[in-house]
């Protein structure tokens, strides 16, 4: 086996580990056989890992003596569907699994919030393995048990709080990856310095080049933020309190997905989030809670890295400030009518504001906006 | 509020109520009122159900200040569907509902299971009432948290362990009940008896009438099989050992509702279950398990009160046994390969028998069979 990092998350029946390291695909048959002796597997994964990654797979699974049988998607957000759900817990079914067998993840966040969703939905709930291949994914969505697909209505409105038995995290697959998904990424990696270890975030204005380079920078960074997600769902597993604060900048960039359609041309899920952030430290300081240096400093650091900082960096027109106030109310995180956002005090000093006035919001929204005079 | 026998399902922080009696959709509001102060509802029914109960429910709610939202489906089996659950959770989502608010799931098994599973997905979770209407859910389906909805490759094979957060089973619905339904749910009822308790078997030979005609009679006969239900829901929550004991009958019984296209008009499922427990009688007999003679007494009781005992009872033509075989296999309840079938020692005697031999099994449906010569 390689020497991976392992980070525990600590949640009783439900705990499991987190292993980030180099050469994981290729070692899983051994991370994954002592999970489930005698199980037999399927691979959820989509077209693009599956032309990279998914023989080095299947390979170290027999040659531990697991079977596996491949479900193979379309790339891309429009994936979390209805209909790809129903093709997936159809195939797993109709792959004969049972109820012990193991459902592997085996790609970035659309492929694990599907494939978590469907394995606990299969035969009433399957145990699943998460092998993120992106870096989105392994900093966020493969940790922390929130599943789900879109409704027309709204992302990740329906599904499951679903946690893994394993995640395998190889930080080698994050070479192939495209490099604006690489960066898109990074967004979640800032998040956790923004929401509450200013000292990482530091370290990241410092070191993101490194981080990008790949090696020990990367893995460390990746480490540290599956810690701060294991430390914060350990808290509050159902985001019934703190929980929420990993919704940094989500608000912000749900709407905005949802303003583009979830085009990806235009808009992926790390960039939302990435103009989120910006957006809600920026409003904070509206509000007279933060310093505006502190909005500066997320946008100084968003710009260098080449990410997307505001909403005129979006190419094609949004629609009208008043329908992406509309996207907003209609974001789960919705509570009675009132507005919950994630704010700051400064950088690393994120918390969550309940009754958010609809009025300010909507005020800033028009004053940000790219077509506004 | 009536003066409801009350029965604590002992699961933990998932524990919850069941209250059966009189007057219970009358007075819902006053039970339902202090479950979640403030929040509004949504009522999942079907057509029927709702012409004959809705404005009840709907004024009852009201009279406590509960806002609620209908979602009104055709009455069937095959509202156990995919896109059925999609209507419902994009209905849920469509209402404005949170996190908070409520969904009432007021009728039969079906919609009790779909409202159940939709419950549990509309926003990665939504607490959730069962008020069950027909005998069948009341004494089976509302009690337990097994949702789901049928794959086009078997019956209940996606869905949910998600517990209610109380059951409220209305006596007085019963008495709409068409007759044959009313039948079908006394199948289950029965089942109880011939699980572990011989007694309560012996009890309902004697008061079968007095439980078809209401009263204390009746209300009796859905506690106790309400208490046994629950004593192994308890024991057992996610069904890894006792739990499968629930499902005498069923494998035979499921096969049957496959072999019949789930049209109602040739079989409903507490009818599948009566024949199905007459087979599993049979065959237990057949392998030397049990006299003959508790099959004996089995089928002469389904024969008493109108229920069909044997496969020659069902309309219409059935397919060849190995195709029935063929349903069994493709059973949830099959672990490895080895068929795991719910078997018997005599009245009251029934256990987890594993490893059964497909060929034993498939000689005694090919003696069995209605078209044999």
Redesign the interface.
């Given at each position: 086996m390689s020497d991976a990092v392992t980070i525990e998350v600590g949640l009783g029946d439900r705990a499991y580990q987190i292993r980030i390291g180099s050469g994981l695909i290729r070692d899983a048959g051994s991370h994954i056989s002592g999970l489930r002796p005698?199980a037999r597997a399927a691979i959820v994964t989509d077209e693009n890992v599956a032309a990279a990654h998914l023989e080095t797979l299947t390979q170290s699974l027999a040659e531990k003596s697991i079977s596996s049988a491949p479900i193979v998607l379309p790339a891309g957000e429009k994936t979390k569907s209805?209909a790809m759900l129903?093709r997936v817990?159809?195939g797993l079914?109709?792959a004969r699994l049972?109820?012990?067998d193991l459902v592997i993840a085996f790609g970035g966040g659309v492929i694990g919030d599907l494939a978590g969703?469907a394995a606990?939905?299969?035969?009433?709930?399957m145990p699943f393995v998460q092998m993120p291949t992106s870096l989105l994914a392994q900093v966020d969505s493969s940790v922390g048990g929130?599943t789900?697909i879109n409704?027309?209505?709204?992302k990740?409105?329906?599904?499951?709080?679903n946690q893994p038995k394993l995640v395998l995290a190889d930080t080698d697959a994050l070479d192939t990856l495209p490099r604006r998904e690489f960066r898109a990424g990074y967004a979640e990696v800032a998040k956790y310095g923004l929401i509450d270890r200013p000292d990482f975030f530091a370290w990241l204005e410092k070191n993101w080049q490194e981080v990008f380079a790949g090696g020990a920078a990367r893995t460390e960074a990746i480490a540290q933020s599956c810690r701060a997600k294991a430390d914060v769902v350990a808290r509050d597993e159902?985001e019934t309190g703190d929980r929420a604060l990993l919704n940094l900048g989500h608000t912000f960039g749900h709407a905005l997905e949802a303003a583009t359609s979830y085009d990806s041309a235009r808009l992926v899920h790390g960039e939302g989030v990435a103009i989120g952030m910006a957006l809600a430290h920026h409003f904070s300081a509206r509000m007279n809670l933060a310093s505006p240096d502190a909005a500066a400093r997320v946008e100084a650091h968003l710009q260098t890295v080449g990410l997307p900082w505001r909403m005129a960096e979006i190419p094609g027109e949004l629609p009208p400030a008043e329908k992406l106030m509309e996207y907003i109310t209609q974001d789960?995180k919705?509570?009675?009518g009132a507005l919950t956002f994630i704010l700051t005090r400064g950088i690393g000093q994120s918390f969550i504001a309940r009754d958010v006035p609809q009025s300010e919001v909507l005020a800033f929204l028009r004053e940000n906006h790219p077509t506004v005079s």
């Open positions: 005698g209805y129903e817990v159809e079914i109709g049972e109820r012990n969703f606990g939905i299969a035969r009433r709930g929130k789900g409704s027309p209505q709204g990740n409105l329906v599904g499951l709080f159902f789960k919705v509570s009675r």
